[in-house]
């Protein structure tokens, strides 16, 4: 499990600690969904009320859960617009309980190539039920990682097939053509579960094999899965390497990847 996996201290001696615990004493009341998402947050997680339940969104490594192209989002396509600089911090103020102490402590963590170039920006946060220093130094580098390298937010429109799948916290795979200078993505016009066949190939930019080119999926029960392509037939039709778990239906979402160009995550 990515909370309990072992990871090092931050002390230097090489030991190991979990990658978060919660070690707290509630002693007061307070609102329910708001202490739920302090709990929530020990583990980098975000509670979302879907369906009738509180269900929890973790930001950790994942593969794509659904895919983009011009096929399945309105004609406005994709738009794209990047953080304020006021919204990038370069030093994260920890708070958490030092155990040994008793006491509240801090932990502080710079990004040096930020305050070179956006100076001292100052975050002060909390670390909830946190009362190890290398945890709350992982807390502060988390937050600096998603605020200087994940700072472009993407908009579009899509079908009720996608906002049926995709949820807070899903990661998806996106071909902008108009970015990327290339169309890899569009619908299946006819599959078995070794041979894809593409629609639009005359738009399509087909990688080449040499170029190790790799093909992704939605399957019909909603999740995604990636292929390698081992030829081309007929011009528009890919051969993959291991046969898919399930055939794909016709209008399918598709992507095309290569080593040379991949899509936006």
């Not at 090489?14 to 609102?31: L, P």
């Amino acid at each position: 499990k990515y909370a309990n996996e072992l990871v090092d201290d931050m002390t230097g001696s090489g030991t190991q600690e979990a990658r978060f615990s919660c070690n707290v004493n509630i002693q007061s009341s307070n609102e329910a969904f708001d202490l739920i998402n302090d709990l929530a947050s020990i583990m980098r997680c975000q509670a979302v009320w879907a369906n009738g339940s509180i269900q929890l969104a973790q930001d950790r490594p994942t593969d794509a859960n659904f895919l983009f192209n011009l096929s399945n989002v309105d004609d406005s396509g994709f738009s794209y617009t990047g953080a304020s600089l006021k919204q990038r911090h370069t030093v994260i103020s920890v708070a958490y309980y030092n155990m040994d102490a008793q006491e509240i402590d801090y932990e502080v963590v710079e990004d040096s190539a930020g305050i070179t170039k956006f100076g001292h920006a100052i975050k002060q946060v909390k670390a909830f039920g946190c009362t190890s220093r290398g945890q709350a130094q992982r807390y502060g580098k988390s937050i600096l990682f998603s605020e200087q390298q994940e700072s472009e937010l993407c908009t579009f429109q899509t079908s009720i097939d996608a906002g049926s799948i995709c949820r807070v916290g899903s990661v998806i795979e996106v071909n902008d053509p108009v970015r990327a200078g290339a169309r890899r993505g569009g619908r299946i016009t006819a599959a078995t579960t070794t041979k894809i066949t593409m629609d639009a190939i005359g738009d399509t930019t087909l990688p080449d094999i040499s170029d190790s080119p790799q093909i992704s999926i939605v399957l019909p029960d909603g999740k995604v899965e990636q292929r390698a392509i081992t030829s081309y037939t007929n011009a528009n039709e890919a051969n993959v390497s291991s046969a898919f778990s399930q055939t794909p239906e016709v209008n399918a979402i598709y992507l095309l990847t290569s080593t040379s160009l991949s899509t936006q995550k």
